[in-house]
């Protein structure tokens, strides 16, 4: 399906709706699995860099409201080949940004990866059930990794208030923050998981939410889907996926 522009009036109050691009590209180098979220970001840069409006959103300090994972088939050698054709999934909550993407990704290329073709949805709303992370999830600060100076619960306080806050920026309303937004959380890594970043490494966790069944729990984590957890959503880190509530 092709995105639709949406009549939204100015000021809040956005039907919240998550966009996911399934893009078929084609790799014209080798590229290793520790950079392929690298070189991913750097093609969807250069296209947001074509356009006057999304050039200044991709520099200005903000939330992107867009986030995408690595290439899919896995390579189980860890090198994804040129000459073949991958998908990578994007996701946005900004119905322009959708309608951009979908336009411009199909035909966008570089010297490493050149689109192909692309297919829209959205993503329907059903009770969430879980959500687990495909890409590592990042928390940043000037003091490392956030274990070495924070509880489990004030890092679970990092999550919750990141997405409440990416949730009122994009509603233009504020919401009430006295809900839970999930019943359990496991780490599904032994060991920090260290990422490459600009010119410096990271390190991050790959989590699994059981998420509550209270509407503003359901309808954050659904935002999730299409924004990512914590940060540097738009380098491709905190990228989940979804299991829907079975009934019966």
Same mark, same amino acid.
């Given at each position: 399906?092709?995105v639709?522009a949406?009549?939204n009036?100015?000021g809040?109050?956005?039907? %919240?709706?998550?966009?996911?691009l399934?893009?078929?590209v084609? +790799? !014209? /180098? =080798?590229i ?6 690298n ?9 947001l860099?074509?356009?006057?409006h ?7 300090n903000?939330?992107k ?9 896995l ?23 959708a309608?951009?993407?979908?336009k411009k ?7 490493t990866?050149k689109?192909l ?9 059903h %009770? ?5 992370s495909l890409?590592p999830v +990042? !928390? /940043? =600060? ?6 070495r ?7 679970e306080?990092r999550?919750?208030?990141?997405l ?15 809900f ?6 496991r780490?599904?890594?032994?060991c920090?998981i ?7 490494h ?5 989590l699994?939410?059981?998420v509550a ?8 984590i659904?935002m ?23 009934r019966?």
């Amino acid at each position: 399906m092709g995105v639709q522009a949406k009549n939204n009036k100015d000021g809040g109050n956005n039907t %919240l709706d998550v966009y996911e691009l399934k893009l078929k590209v084609y +790799l !014209l /180098k =080798d590229i290793a699995n520790k950079d392929a979220l690298n070189q991913i970001s750097k093609f969807i840069d250069e296209a947001l860099s074509e356009n006057g409006h999304f050039l200044r959103l991709h520099q200005r300090n903000c939330y992107k409201n867009y986030t995408f994972c690595s290439f899919w088939p896995l390579e189980k050698d860890g090198v994804y080949k040129s000459d073949t054709i991958y998908t990578v999934v994007l996701r946005t909550i900004d119905t322009n940004l959708a309608i951009y993407f979908e336009k411009k990704l199909k035909d966008h290329f570089n010297d490493t990866i050149k689109g192909l073709n692309c297919e829209t949805k959205i993503i329907p709303k059903h %009770l969430i059930e879980t959500i687990y992370s495909l890409t590592p999830v +990042l !928390l /940043k =600060d000037d003091r490392g990794y956030w274990k070495r100076y924070l509880s489990i619960s004030e890092f679970e306080e990092r999550v919750k208030v990141n997405l409440i806050k990416k949730y009122n920026v994009f509603s233009g309303e504020k919401v009430n923050e006295d809900f839970q937004l999930y019943s359990t959380i496991r780490f599904l890594n032994r060991c920090p998981i260290k990422v490459p970043y600009k010119d410096i490494h990271l390190l991050g966790d790959k989590l699994e939410l059981q998420v509550a069944e209270n509407p503003q729990a359901q309808e954050l984590i659904y935002m999730s889907l299409g924004t990512g957890l914590l940060e540097s959503n738009a380098r491709g880190y905190g990228f989940v996926n979804y299991n829907w509530t079975r009934r019966g």
